[in-house]
């Protein structure tokens, strides 16, 4: 079976997401894999959002902005989501208005058949089950495990409400849907962007999270907090993101791997609290989570907007690390190293994703939890007699050990301090000792810093440079410029900064792709290594990029 791409379309509060959940399930039990992603209006109610379903036999992770099949919940959704409709695709929707689709009252079946209008979603299921090409025994299972807490008679409903709409979308299937879903026997699971964090952070050994909510960002810490017992990591909402940074540093400063989440308006309330874990040397690290600004600008869109800001975050000069995942797989490998990056080095490490890498959800095979291993670097205070919490070494590392762990007198201050950690006005010595103590610890971490990846840099002459979240549209995009006879390559960034050591080859058109409006990689790749790009494709209407849009914009 070859892609199929189902949009469902509706308004905030018509259970667009649990048609898209219910839908997901189905499939991931017919043995294929899945990506899903959503768009939604910042509001509670009305409005149009969509849940966009990716349907394929092996894990294809990057969004397509078109629609196999439009379930539209209500006549808004039909013209707004229309246009997405392919060549040979088909609406599902209330009422006849074009050739391809399947007309169905839901809401009159829902009403004088069922009782209720609750059970239009439940019927909106089974019609999509239907015109997918499905196994309805399948649906139903799942939608027994769905309902069973609200007991038999709602299961036994759901049940009827699903199989009227896969009747009456099966009838008008007639000669307009090719799809079918025979079962396979391979199994995957689901994995958002946002739960991968969670968990990564759990592996990596996080003890502390605090956080106040803002979207993208505030399923993190629910996640967490809802499995306290099972991950152990103790959970606080603060009142501000001021608050909560700095409860993240003073829990890092008494021994435990603590982190904090925001967007782009609660990390600008953090600048400072990054300036003071550079300064008293802490181990600190901060996801944020990008969308489209200034100010609150599209809370629940996406972006990479955020980039130079998190690289210059804070005053003075000090090191940070700075990463940017690609997908959920690899949010698990980068989440986990950044904590160990920020215990060794003793610093701030700030992880980008956005809100499409957070929502979406994506097919993995399997876990492998022994994989991900935290490192941890606290001193042994047992071989140390005279404890100096900021001694001068060549790297710049200095022996980490935190209060009440030894009779060693442990001091932090956010002056400038010398050796002992005691305030300073020494000009002459001691503060550009400090100074460049700091910055050693820049040079080393630079070391560690991976080079980025290379997908046929050396045969193509036109090479795609992206970062973050657009590694698989980046892919995708590259698969359909081959198709036309454009060969393409791609260089793909995840660790951000410090910029490793790396040379880009001669001879190569570079063209850079973001999803922001200004080419923020671009403008720090010159500035670190004097590239020169030929050219820019930039997103920033609050929607990812996708592997069509790249190709339409290069207009090889």
Not at 113 to 123: A, F, H, Q, S
Not at 266 to 294: D, K, Y
Not at 358 to 367: G, K, R, T, V, W
Request: glycine fraction near 8%; proline fraction near 5%; charged fraction near 20%.
């Amino acid at each position: 079976m070859e892609d199929l791409n189902v949009v469902i379309a509706g308004a905030a509060g018509e259970g667009v997401q649990t048609v898209g959940e219910v839908l997901v399930e189905t499939i991931l039990g017919h043995g294929y894999a899945v990506f899903a992603w959503q768009e939604f209006e910042s509001r509670i109610r009305g409005g149009q959002n969509s849940y966009t379903i990716r349907i394929s036999e092996k894990p294809a992770n990057a969004p397509v902005m078109g629609a196999d099949i439009l379930l539209a919940l209500n006549d808004g959704a039909a013209d707004k989501y229309g246009p997405l409709i392919q060549k040979d695709g088909i609406l599902i929707a209330e009422k006849k208005i074009r050739d391809r689709m399947i007309p169905i009252a839901f809401s009159d079946i829902a009403e004088k058949e069922l009782g209720n209008r609750i059970y239009i979603n439940t019927m909106a299921i089974g019609a999509l089950a239907a015109a997918i090409g499905m196994n309805p025994e399948i649906l139903y299972k799942v939608l027994s495990q769905k309902f069973a807490k609200k007991g038999e008679p709602v299961v036994a409903t759901n049940r009827i409400a699903a199989e009227k709409g896969y009747l009456l979308a099966r009838e008008g299937c007639q000669g307009i849907c090719p799809w079918s879903l025979p079962e396979r026997d391979t199994r995957y699971r689901l994995l958002s962007g946002t739960t991968a964090i969670a968990m990564a952070a759990a592996l990596a050994g996080c003890r502390f999270m605090a956080a106040y909510p803002m979207s993208p960002s505030t399923g993190i810490i629910t996640f967490l907090a809802e499995n306290e017992k099972e991950f152990g990591v103790f959970t606080e909402q603060a009142e501000d993101e001021i608050s909560a940074v700095n409860m993240a540093i003073g829990a890092s400063f008494a021994g435990a791997r603590a982190m904090t989440a925001t967007s782009g308006g609660g990390f600008a309330l953090m600048v400072e609290a990054v300036s003071l874990a550079g300064m008293i040397e802490t181990p600190l690290v901060i996801i944020l989570g990008q969308r489209p600004g200034p100010a609150t600008g599209l809370p629940t869109r996406t972006a990479q907007g955020d980039l130079l800001f998190a690289v210059h975050a804070g005053h003075g000069e000090f090191p940070k690390l700075v990463m940017a995942p690609a997908d959920a797989t690899d949010i698990l490998r980068q989440i986990v190293r950044a904590f160990n990056l920020a215990d060794r080095y003793q610093i701030p490490a700030i992880v980008l994703t956005d809100q499409f890498l957070m929502d979406a959800l994506y097919s993995i095979e399997e876990i492998h939890p022994d994989q991900y291993v935290p490192e941890f670097h606290l001193a042994d205070p047992a071989i140390i007699d005279d404890y100096h919490r900021y001694h001068v070494t060549e790297t710049g590392i200095s022996p980490r050990l935190y209060p009440g762990q030894s009779r060693h007198l442990v001091t932090a201050d956010s002056d400038e301090h010398d050796f002992r950690g005691h305030i300073t006005e020494d000009l002459a010595k001691t503060v550009p000792v400090m100074v460049e103590k700091r910055l050693a610890k820049h040079r080393e971490l630079k070391t560690a810093i991976r080079p980025p990846e290379e997908v046929d840099v050396e045969r193509a002459e036109r090479i795609l440079v992206g970062w973050g979240a657009s590694r698989s549209a980046l892919l995708e995009a590259l698969e359909l410029l081959e198709k036309n006879g454009n060969r393409t390559g791609m260089i793909h960034f995840t660790e951000m900064w410090p910029l490793p050591e790396y040379r880009f080859p001669e001879g190569k058109s570079y063209w850079s792709v973001e999803n922001n409006a200004t080419g923020q990689l671009a403008r720090l790749l010159r500035s670190e290594y004097g590239i020169v790009f030929s050219g820019e494709i930039h997103r920033y209407d609050g929607l990812p990029l996708t592997g069509s849009y790249i190709q339409e914009k290069l207009q090889w």
